[in-house]
């Protein structure tokens, strides 16, 4: 699968031990000084903090290390983190975790480098689309987790407290430079967090497949990857979740869910990202798109071309019909323990579900570059819908 990332543009991917210390090593060298962020142990227990202090300490550049982003960071959370940096000076940034970690780091950099206030900066390309943005630094990438995928992306998701929503910024400058992935890392991923994760990266891999309205001239190389990522997440995560030691299948893991960020990166997710994006707190995102995607990816069938593509996807879930290829889908992740009804969470109420189709039909953008693109008039009956039927798990 390796072979699969060299077209990726403007960023380098480095995979195993070995050939992710040359990558940092030769960053650091350049570097008198080496911010590391972190969350709480995990970067500690998986080993990739000490593999970072390691190669900073061979190559003389001091290491600074703040590690107390939490798995949903905040607006406050970014704002400390750009002090530090402001404070810091000259440096390299390194971001060791999951996805909170990486998508606070990119935001704090990013504020660090522009001195622009964080509101300015929430919505698509909002400091790139001047002309001309000028170059700015970019992080250096340790996913611990196999599934966000934003080692490879240009999304950071905050909580903003006030308003209990999260917000997204959207901004190509904030790919990271260096994907270091080390599949060692995620072996101390309890199970809980080995599925979550592994069923966010199919949802990515999956709803950017199935954006056939969204083929932008890397697209053909997107859906390549994102059926080689989806047939390894089937073959691999009931092997990691039987075995967390199993070293071939984290490897195969920690690859798709790579590629799921750069299918991501450049096809739009669709229907279940956006409906579950505020349910922070209330249940793991990878669960809420994965039970949220067969229902709108049967509304989706409403256009021809996704019923096209999803025949294209029965070789990985058999079928005969689009119909059926989603039925063995869902019997693939009812394999995995995951819930059929979102009711089966308490935190989700059908309030939560109405009030959800109500503003999520005022993200005209969102609804616009869904595979069956919502018209923006009928938005709350179509996905108060959807929501209902996941609701419910009919």
């Known amino acids: 699968m390796e072979k699969l990332f060299d077209a990726v543009p403007d960023q380098l991917f480095a995979f195993g031990r070995t050939r992710s210390a040359e990558v940092l090593a030769d960053a650091l060298s350049k570097a008198p000084k080496t911010v590391l962020f972190t969350g709480g142990r995990s970067a500690d227990v998986s080993g990739a903090a000490a593999f970072v202090e390691e190669i900073a300490a061979r190559c003389g550049s001091k290491l600074v290390r703040w590690g107390k982003i939490s798995p949903e960071p905040d607006i406050e959370t970014v704002l400390a983190m750009r002090d530090l940096l402001l404070e810091t000076g000259d440096c390299t940034v390194c971001a060791a975790g999951g996805g909170s970690v990486l998508d606070a780091a990119k935001a704090a950099l990013l504020l660090a480098e522009t001195g ?8 698509i390309d909002r400091f790139s689309s001047e002309a001309p943005a000028p170059a700015i630094r970019r992080i250096i990438a340790v996913p611990t987790t196999s599934g966000t995928g ?3 992306t240009q999304y950071s998701n905050i909580v903003d407290r006030k308003g209990q929503v999260k917000r997204l910024i959207a901004e190509k400058a904030i790919v990271p430079q260096y994907a270091l992935i080390v599949p060692d890392f995620t072996m101390s991923m309890p199970c809980s967090v080995t599925l979550a994760t592994g069923c966010d990266a199919l949802a990515h891999l999956l709803e950017g497949f199935l954006n056939t309205g969204a083929d932008p001239g890397f697209g053909a190389d997107a859906n390549k990857r994102a059926l080689a990522g989806t047939k390894a997440i089937v073959e691999n995560l009931p092997r990691v979740l039987a075995d967390p030691r199993d070293g071939r299948a984290r490897r195969n893991m920690a690859l798709a869910a790579a590629l799921g960020g750069t299918v991501i990166r450049f096809k739009s997710t669709g229907l279940p990202h956006l409906c579950s994006f505020s349910w922070f707190g209330r249940i793991e995102h990878g669960m809420a798109v994965i039970m949220l995607l067969p229902h709108a990816w049967r509304y989706y069938l409403g256009n ?9 996807l029965a070789p990985v879930f058999p079928g005969k019909t689009p119909e059926e290829v989603i039925d063995t889908f869902c019997r693939f992740t009812a394999s995995l323990g995951v819930k059929r009804r979102l009711a089966d969470y308490p935190l989700l109420t059908p309030e939560l579900m109405a009030q959800t189709a109500k503003s999520a039909g005022a993200n005209r953008m969102k609804l616009e570059l869904a595979p069956r693109p919502v018209p923006i008039e009928d938005s709350e009956r179509i996905l108060s819908q959807i929501l209902t039927q996941a609701y419910k798990g009919e």
Do not use: N
């Open 150 to 152: 934003s080692e490879a």
């Open 116 to 123: 622009r206030d964080i509101g300015s900066l929430f919505g």
């Open 304 to 312: 021809p071309a996704v019923a096209d593509r999803t025949m294209e």
